[in-house]
């Protein structure tokens, strides 16, 4: 069934039942008492209908009957932690009660966001947070309101307390889920990774996340199990079927609402144990399939521990090792393909669900496309779980931009799409929203990383068009030129560009213009090339091999065999030029020897790989290190020589400057 038939055939659905309902039907009134209904047995988040196709697929992960039985009372169903005797409506109702026009959606997709007010970030030097709209980030407006379904509030506090906190109110995570509880898109690329001396404030935000994901969860189920209990009383009470009215209009096409993307098994490990960790013991009585968890997502670190102590025992004592965020890194499963659906029941979580019957959906991008990829070569298999996300979070942005960002994106662009199948929803509780094809506008993405660079921007920019507005981080910098340690005349040479479409011509020409007649003039080897990105990698290898270059390659798809040989070539002096990139350093962290004459073609996005790079020239005389850089360098040249600096080199006359 294609996608327009889909949505035909939910509105003639609709007008069927409409023409159903008899002029003098009973409406069903919904009372504050109702509105504290307790739950039912018959909650399913995917209602079916006797006359509703698809119901081959309601067997495949039903809940069992101790899955439904009635758990411990949640006090707050329907009301929100604002205090201790105040209530007020959540944010979540208002966010997928609110009812966006034809002309406001429009508007969404060609919109250019202005950020309207600023505020600083107390816990992070020299940086601040500003908004689209409103500020509803004062502290006026943030004192006590938590928001949160009461059962889940009165865990994290537990939690909190246990591992020694004594200020919730005041502490990262509960400020940080502040934020995601505003339903805004969010862009935070000034987070320091839990590899990188950032435990703490890594495992603060990725609680409020998951807390957020969890309310949002056990949010839309309540909402689902509460209308079908009234349904369920006024189809006793007035013997009809069918309901009048938007009021239990309440469930997306397919059941996921919550997709988290990473990098590596490893972060997946971290982030589902601490899931679990966060969710109330009521709802955790039975955690499935965590053995064959940890089989799938663990044994590669046993492996790999046994494997480092034999090679320990014949390693040469003088092998360096390797930097201690790339051990942390890197230390678990590092295999980038990846994918578990997670489903939570009243009082079982169950992993490795079927993705659409699963609530949250954790998976790498390379992952998905792999799935995109099947789906292009056999029509009969869907990706329509992706359908009806509601909250997305990209966590660790930076280490998915050195793996491929354009997967990313296309994870990014598969969101939201009206479904090419039914998949059993009751087609009577579907949004509006969604019908309209709206789905995108309603949607929460979360970008999270260590630095910001232009692919991130853009994917916030274009692809992020929440109807509730933006909230970004910005941040000035100190630069890391302090942390190279030998006398190296850092020489910073600005080429010009007129537009980013330009930039990549406009460097390649420069270079072969004003920095290769030098080197090929020259008789001294030693020279090491360092490009930032694969595509530039490729350009230069090709302009070498045109000149009829002396050089060798270390590139993110090089044999080890040639990279062994390469790094042997270079430090006799059997090949002048090296050409190497920053996704291999990432990966390898090599510490290359005999490099003489450092140019660097376009600066690294991590800024302690400029450092580290640097570090590598050795010899006592006249140490050089070239830079080439541009007007859209701007954000990777702050990083590295500061934000005040970079500003003027930019803006300077000069388009040569020197740092030693």
């Known amino acids: 069934m294609k996608p327009n038939s889909v949505i035909l055939f939910c509105y003639e659905q609709r007008q069927v039942a409409e023409d159903d309902v008899t002029d003098g039907a009973e409406s069903l009134s919904v009372s504050e008492?109702?509105?504290?209904?307790?739950?039912?047995?018959?909650?399913?988040?995917?209602?079916?209908?006797?006359?509703?196709?698809?119901?081959?697929?309601?067997?495949?992960?039903?809940?069992?009957?101790?899955?439904?039985?009635?758990?411990?009372?949640?006090?707050?169903?329907?009301?929100?932690?604002?205090?201790?005797?105040?209530?007020?409506t959540s944010s979540f109702t208002k966010h997928v009660e609110y009812k966006l026009s034809k002309v406001e959606a429009e508007d969404l997709s060609k919109k250019k966001?202005?950020?309207?007010?600023?505020?600083?970030?107390?816990?992070?030097?020299?940086?601040?947070?500003?908004?689209?709209?409103?500020?509803?980030?004062?502290?006026?407006?943030?004192?006590?309101?938590?928001?949160?379904?009461?059962?889940?509030?009165?865990?994290?506090?537990?939690?909190?307390?246990?591992?020694?906190?004594?200020?919730?109110?005041?502490s990262k995570q509960r400020w940080f889920f502040s934020l995601c509880n505003s339903y805004r898109d969010i862009l935070h690329c000034e987070k320091k990774p839990f590899y990188h001396k950032?435990?703490?404030?890594?495992?603060?935000?990725?609680?409020?996340?998951?807390?957020?994901?969890?309310?949002?969860?056990?949010?839309?189920?309540?909402?689902?199990?509460?209308?079908?209990?009234?349904?369920?009383?006024?189809?006793?009470?007035?013997?009809?079927?069918?309901?009048?009215?938007?009021?239990?209009?309440?469930?997306?096409?397919?059941?996921?609402?919550?997709?988290?993307?990473?990098?590596?098994?490893?972060?997946?490990?971290?982030?589902?144990?601490?899931?679990?960790?966060?969710?109330?013991?009521?709802?955790?009585?039975?955690?499935?399939?965590?053995?064959?968890?940890y089989q799938d997502f663990g044994a590669e670190e046993v492996e790999g521990?046994?494997?480092?102590?034999?090679?320990?025992?014949?390693?040469?004592?003088?092998?360096?090792?390797?930097?201690?965020?790339?051990q942390s890194?890197?230390?678990?499963?590092?295999?980038?393909?990846?994918?578990?659906?997670?489903?939570?029941?009243?009082?079982?979580?169950?992993?490795?669900?079927?993705f659409y019957s699963s609530d949250i959906i954790v998976a790498s991008p390379l992952e998905l496309m792999t799935k995109f990829g099947k789906v292009e070569k056999n029509k009969e298999l869907d990706t329509d779980y992706l359908s009806s996300i509601e909250v997305v979070i990209i966590d660790h942005a930076d280490v998915i931009s050195l793996q491929n960002w354009s997967f990313l994106t296309s994870v990014v662009e598969h969101l939201n799409h009206i479904p090419s199948k039914q998949h059993g929803t009751n087609v009577m509780r579907i949004r509006q929203w969604y019908l309209d094809g709206f789905a995108r506008f309603y949607r929460q993405t979360i970008i999270l990383g260590y630095y910001l660079n232009p692919d991130m921007n853009a994917l916030f920019n274009h692809h992020c068009v929440n109807y509730q507005g933006k909230v970004k981080s910005v941040h000035e910098h100190n630069g890391v030129l302090p942390k190279v340690l030998s006398?190296?005349?850092?020489?910073?040479?600005?080429?010009?560009?007129?537009?980013?479409?330009?930039?990549?011509?406009?460097?390649?020409?420069?270079?072969?213009?004003?920095?290769?007649?030098?080197?090929?003039?020259?008789?001294?080897?030693?020279?090491?090339?360092?490009?930032?990105?694969?595509?530039?990698?490729?350009?230069?290898?090709?302009?070498?091999k045109s000149q009829n270059a002396s050089f060798c390659l270390l590139g993110d798809y090089t044999d080890q065999r040639d990279i062994s040989r390469a790094r042997v070539w270079f430090f006799e002096g059997k090949r002048k030029i090296m050409l190497y990139t920053e996704r291999i350093h990432f990966y390898r962290r090599?510490?290359?020897?005999?490099?003489?004459?450092?140019?660097?073609?376009?600066?690294?996005?991590?800024?302690?790989?400029?450092?580290?790079?640097?570090?590598?020239?050795?010899?006592?005389?006249?140490?050089?290190?070239?830079?080439?850089?541009?007007?859209?360098?701007k954000l990777r040249l702050e990083r590295i020589v500061g934000s005040a600096p970079a500003k003027r080199m930019i803006k300077s006359e000069k388009g040569v400057f020197v740092f030693c």
């Open 33 to 88: 008492e109702e509105n504290d209904y307790e739950e039912t047995d018959n909650g399913s988040l995917r209602m079916q209908e006797p006359d509703m196709v698809g119901t081959e697929e309601q067997t495949e992960d039903v809940e069992t009957e101790d899955d439904l039985e009635t758990s411990d009372r949640d006090e707050d169903d329907d009301l929100s932690v604002c205090g201790p005797y105040t209530v007020a």
């Open 329 to 354: 890194l890197f230390k678990g499963d590092s295999r980038d393909d990846f994918m578990i659906g997670i489903k939570f029941t009243r009082k079982t979580i169950k992993l490795y669900g079927d």
């Open 113 to 170: 966001w202005k950020y309207t007010w600023e505020l600083p970030a107390a816990d992070i030097s020299k940086c601040k947070w500003v908004g689209t709209g409103e500020c509803f980030l004062k502290d006026d407006d943030l004192n006590y309101n938590y928001d949160l379904k009461q059962k889940l509030y009165k865990h994290w506090l537990d939690v909190y307390k246990t591992s020694g906190g004594n200020d919730f109110h005041s």
């Open 590 to 633: 090599y510490k290359i020897r005999g490099i003489r004459n450092l140019i660097i073609y376009s600066l690294p996005d991590r800024k302690d790989f400029y450092a580290e790079i640097v570090n590598m020239l050795e010899g006592s005389d006249d140490l050089a290190c070239t830079v080439l850089f541009s007007l859209f360098d």
């Open 487 to 544: 006398q190296v005349r850092q020489i910073y040479e600005r080429f010009d560009a007129n537009s980013i479409a330009d930039v990549d011509d406009a460097r390649l020409e420069y270079f072969a213009k004003k920095v290769f007649p030098k080197i090929k003039d020259s008789e001294q080897g030693g020279i090491m090339l360092f490009a930032s990105s694969y595509f530039e990698f490729v350009r230069l290898r090709n302009f070498l």
């Open 198 to 293: 950032g435990l703490e404030e890594d495992s603060n935000i990725m609680d409020a996340y998951l807390m957020h994901s969890l309310n949002h969860i056990f949010r839309t189920r309540d909402l689902v199990r509460k209308n079908d209990a009234k349904i369920s009383k006024h189809q006793e009470s007035t013997k009809e079927e069918i309901l009048p009215g938007d009021d239990f209009l309440d469930q997306g096409f397919t059941r996921p609402k919550v997709l988290i993307l990473l990098p590596l098994r490893s972060v997946a490990v971290r982030l589902i144990e601490r899931l679990i960790q966060l969710t109330p013991a009521t709802s955790k009585v039975n955690v499935e399939q965590l053995d064959r968890f």
């Open 305 to 326: 521990d046994e494997e480092k102590e034999e090679q320990s025992k014949n390693a040469k004592p003088h092998k360096p090792p390797k930097p201690s965020d790339h």
